[in-house]
């Protein structure tokens, strides 16, 4: 079963149900309505997709286009504004942040005139204060000291710069050219400016990418001392996103080698005392997802592993994602589609979920196991008010696993043995009712 796990991909689970189930029933008056029912008393968390980059990097997944003119980012910028007055009346009453999220694309396409513009209206919309964390994804290859400083005084608490890989050959065959002087000069930029949290994302499974060249970048990228390090597995989907398709198969490592490059990546990461998150996480002794983690307050949604433990999250931009007490929501990707509902004053949500019981139970303990390795139902069914009997299908499966020794099973209590936690996905889709068979993995025969 663990050579299956090697060959195959499961869901991320960064939801469930997972966005590939979203469907087109739900759209902007069911968002309308369950944004007016939101708990008064509760805080919530922002997320802005900025859909613009100015190059395309031929291994992204992203909703994305690319742009090197400065009028449609501004528009985008003015859009969102108003798309997030919108979310604020249908609210009624200016929620307090918690995490204010900036992704993409790429955030810093924006200018330091779009940065104050955007962060000022949000501040309208949204009670953001001191306590608020605002992350912003960071591609260093178009900072500059005028957007630092505009960063900075929008608020920046946290900083996650891509890296992907150094390898000069693997940078040409993903089309993203950024040498370790550029990762470094960007984390100097950050910290002068007082902002110490600082991510670096790297990928594994992108093409002529080897251990040995991963374990080189590893060396480069400890050098900087960053708080968190993320590296996660590249998909290749030429079949959703054409511009794969510039990447030949036969470039990519295949299951095996990829293995060896996540377990080599693990090694080097702990070994210089970086404490493991969940799947794919690592973050320095006393960082606060060090904390959350050991505590069993670790939080998994669309940005990965998290402290955000609002528990709503609102999706400005196209493509963006909310998730709330009643189910999902997505905006349409499509960027003047979003323009054309939001400059109607409707929302432009084109699909989502609204979540059973059953889902809801089911939620909760996948979260768990992503992010502890373990999962008592009986606690988590009783904390969810529902019964545990809605997972009962999953017993079965669960039994197969403890026969090949991969978990252990008291109960109705599940715990993943250490050596086998690099299989929690495969371990967690055994509670996905959805979920039918494991997809391929592409990459060259080892």
């Keep these: 079963m663990a050579d299956t796990h090697l060959t195959a991909r499961y869901p991320r689970y960064t939801s469930f149900p997972t966005a590939s189930h979203f469907h087109g029933g739900i759209d902007g008056e069911a968002y309308a309505d369950w944004l007016y029912r939101l708990p008064?008393?509760?805080?919530?968390?922002?997320?802005?997709?900025?859909?613009?980059?100015?190059?395309?990097?031929?291994?992204?997944g992203c909703h994305m286009k690319v742009m090197n003119r400065p009028g449609p980012i501004s528009r985008f910028v003015t859009a969102a504004t108003t798309e997030a007055s919108l979310v604020a009346e249908a609210i009624g009453r200016h929620a307090r942040v918690s995490h204010l999220h900036f992704g993409g694309g790429s955030p810093t396409i924006l200018t330091p005139q779009d940065i104050a513009h955007l962060m000022g209206s949000l501040r309208k919309s949204f009670v953001i204060d001191d306590q608020t964390e605002i992350a912003v994804e960071i591609d260093p290859r178009d900072l500059d000291e005028a957007k630092l400083d505009a960063w900075a005084a929008a608020g920046m608490t946290r900083a996650s710069i891509g890296c992907q890989d150094l390898d000069p050959e693997v940078q040409r065959a993903i089309n993203?050219?950024?040498?370790?002087?550029?990762?470094?000069?960007?984390?100097?930029g950050l910290r002068r400016r007082g902002i110490t949290s600082i991510n670096i994302d790297l990928v594994h499974g992108l093409p002529y990418q080897t251990v040995e060249g991963l374990e080189r970048t590893l060396d480069g990228i400890l050098g900087l001392s960053p708080d968190r390090i993320a590296i996660f597995g590249y998909a290749h989907v030429p079949q959703l996103k054409p511009h794969q398709r510039l990447i030949p198969t036969e470039s990519l490592p295949g299951p095996a080698e990829r293995h060896a490059q996540a377990s080599a990546a693990f090694d080097r990461i702990v070994a210089a005392g970086y404490e493991a998150i969940g799947l794919d996480h690592f973050a320095k002794p006393g960082d606060a997802l060090a904390v959350a983690a050991a505590t069993g307050r670790l939080h998994r949604n669309f940005q990965g592993y998290t402290t955000d433990d609002a528990g709503i999250m609102i999706g400005l931009g196209p493509s963006a994602i909310g998730e709330l007490p009643q189910g999902y929501v997505q905006n349409t990707p499509d960027i003047n589609a979003w323009h054309k509902?939001?400059?109607?004053?409707?929302?432009?949500?084109?699909?989502?979920i609204a979540l059973s019981p059953s889902d809801r139970l089911r939620r909760a303990v996948i979260e768990r196991l992503m992010c502890d390795y373990r999962v008592d139902v009986d606690h988590v069914a009783e904390t969810v008010g529902l019964s545990a009997s809605l997972v009962n299908e999953a017993w079965p499966r669960l039994d197969a696993f403890a026969a090949d020794g991969l978990i252990e099973i008291v109960g109705?209590?599940?715990?993943?043995?250490?050596?086998?936690r690099a299989l929690v996905q495969m371990v967690a889709s055994a509670f996905d009712n959805r979920f039918t068979a494991p997809e391929p993995m592409a990459g060259r025969a080892a």
């Design 40 to 60: 008064a008393d509760r805080d919530v968390s922002l997320y802005i997709h900025v859909p613009y980059c100015d190059s395309l990097c031929w291994f992204c």
């Design 176 to 188: 993203r050219i950024q040498p370790l002087s550029l990762i470094t000069r960007a984390v100097e």
């Design 341 to 352: 509902a939001i400059g109607q004053g409707v929302f432009a949500t084109a699909r989502g």
């Design 412 to 420: 109705h209590r599940v715990s993943i043995l250490p050596e086998a």
